[in-house]
């Protein structure tokens, strides 16, 4: 496992964390450290095909406003829910990045009904930045595979531009992110194609009998320059969605110049993130990226990576 970027040392900060078993037996775990945030659960950010979407708020204490990321769930786009990434969410949220957390409809219904639900939590987000102690001008948008393939459409599509051609969207500045984190994201659906069964499930039909749709959905089709920052982590050994996925899509950012930071995990299986042995730095290497990405807008800009 390692960062295909180095660490910018002068913009990380090490902490040694003492323990001590002091009047412990060797089989009590140590103690949890108190939540940073608070919690806002089961808000209602849009209507779904069946009723309203619901979302969970992860608040840091303090006064705010503060940087805030939407997370989207994975799950194939069959299933799935917004407690997936939730050691994620509520790791940041402790380092003072609010989370908005969200479900959206899953099969039996198909693109873009879930692409545009992730456009109006943005939406939703910028809307009630107040009540939740936001700054709406610091937004990263966050999904691991499945999730991960919304999250990147968010960030290069936030038009909304679909095929078939979904509802005109009166402004794009509600739906327009920051940054990007796409964890073992499904970037590319034409090259799994007709083979799979999820991605056929996913558009209503095969890429050979979609094949606008097919690209449409598949955030490679999308990278432009100008895009905001990416990070991009995935595992060598992911028997879902192949590590050549994260390769391809990562070139191709950086031939468009955008900024990108790309994190492999040697070994790593499928959603590698969520295992112990990649975790820790996995999560060290996002913070060092969401500290430039979500900067305050006044400050001076660094890179997030190099080229």
Known sequence: MRSHIPLLPHLLCCAALAFTATGLSAQAPAPAAPANYTTKSGIPYTQGATGPLRADAYIPNGAGPFPAILYIHGGGWINGDRYQMIKLIKDLANQGYLAFSIDYDVDPVHYPASFNESLA??????????????????????????????????????????????????????????????????????ALGDKSHMVTEYLGGSCTSLPDVCKDASPLSHVHPGAPPFFVGHGTADATVPFTQAQAFVDALRAGKVQVRFFTAQGGPHTYWQKQQFYSQNLQDLEAFLALALRPVHAATPTVAAP
Do not use: K
């Not at 937004?139 to 679909?162: F, K, M, R, W």
């Open 121 to 190: 939590a943005l939406r939703y987000m910028r809307d009630h930045a107040a009540d939740l102690n936001i700054d709406p001008a610091r937004i990263a948008v966050a999904g691991s595979s499945a999730g991960g393939e919304l999250a990147a459409l968010v960030a290069l599509n936030p038009e909304g531009l679909t095929v078939p051609a979904s509802p005109a969207v009166a402004s794009t500045t509600g739906t327009r992110v920051r940054a990007a984190i796409i964890l073992n994201g499904v970037l590319d659906l034409i």
